[in-house]
C-alpha cells in the first residue's frame, strides 16, 4: 500500500473511531498499522447506528412538535391537575375515567394532556364516552382525528360538531362504520 492510502486510510479510521465514540489509545498520535477489515466494518456499523438513532430523536421531536401545533389549533389542551380542577376530581379519578374511555387523554411529549374541547361547563361532552366505548380498539390519536374529521355519514360534519350539537345516535353510528372497510379487506 502506498503512503498516501495508508495515511488516508489511518484517517478515516480516527474519524470512525471518533464517531463511534470508541476510546482507543493512540501511542504517540499512531493508529496500529494492521487493522482488520472486521473492525473497521464493526466501526462503520456503529456509526451508522449512531447517525440513525439521532435521525430518530430528530423525527421524533418534530412528531412531537407538530402534535402541539394541531392540537393548539383545535383549542388547546389541559394538563391532568387543569381538568381535575374543571371537573372537581382527584387525578384518580380522571385516570380512571380515562382508562374507562370517558375522556380521551393524549401522548405528547410524554406527557398526558386533554383535548380542551371535550369539557363543558365543568362536565365531559355528551355521547363522548360512547363514541370512545365504540372506537376502544383505536388509539387515542385515531379517536381524535374520527371526532375531528368531517364524516360523509354525517353530512360532512365533524363528529365533534355533531356531538357539540347534542346529536349522538349519528355519531355512534358512524363511529361503528368508522374502519369497517379496511376489515373488508383482511
Not at 502506498?2 to 486510510?9: A, M
Not at 379519578?93 to 363543558?120: D, K
Not at 364516552?129 to 388509539?139: M, T
Not at 362504520?177 to 379487506?185: D, K, L, R, T, V
Request: aromatic letters at 6%.
Amino acid at each position: 500500500m502506498k503512503t498516501n492510502d495508508q495515511f488516508n486510510l489511518k484517517k478515516t479510521l480516527a474519524l470512525l473511531l471518533i464517531l463511534a465514540g470508541v476510546s482507543v489509545p493512540l501511542y504517540a498520535g499512531r493508529l496500529p498499522e494492521a487493522i482488520n477489515p472486521i473492525t473497521i466494518a464493526h466501526l462503520y456499523f456503529n456509526v451508522a447506528l449512531r447517525l440513525m438513532d439521532s435521525e430518530k430523536k430528530e423525527n421524533t421531536k418534530r412528531g412531537e412538535e407538530a402534535k402541539k401545533r394541531f392540537l393548539s389549533k383545535q383549542g388547546g389542551t389541559l394538563t391532568s391537575t387543569e381538568v381535575c380542577s374543571v371537573l372537581a376530581c382527584s387525578s384518580l379519578e380522571l385516570e380512571t375515567m380515562r382508562l374507562n374511555r370517558r375522556v380521551l387523554g393524549l401522548s405528547v411529549n410524554e406527557e398526558l394532556v386533554y383535548p380542551a374541547w371535550q369539557f363543558i361547563d365543568g362536565k365531559v361532552l355528551l355521547g363522548l364516552d360512547q363514541v370512545l366505548a365504540v372506537l376502544k380498539e383505536d388509539g387515542a390519536w385515531t379517536q381524535m382525528l374520527f371526532l375531528l374529521t368531517g364524516d360523509i355519514r354525517l353530512e360532512g360534519a365533524t363528529p365533534l360538531e355533531k356531538l357539540q350539537k347534542g346529536e349522538i345516535e349519528p355519531v355512534v353510528w358512524a363511529a361503528k362504520c368508522y374502519g369497517s372497510h379496511m376489515e373488508s379487506q383482511k
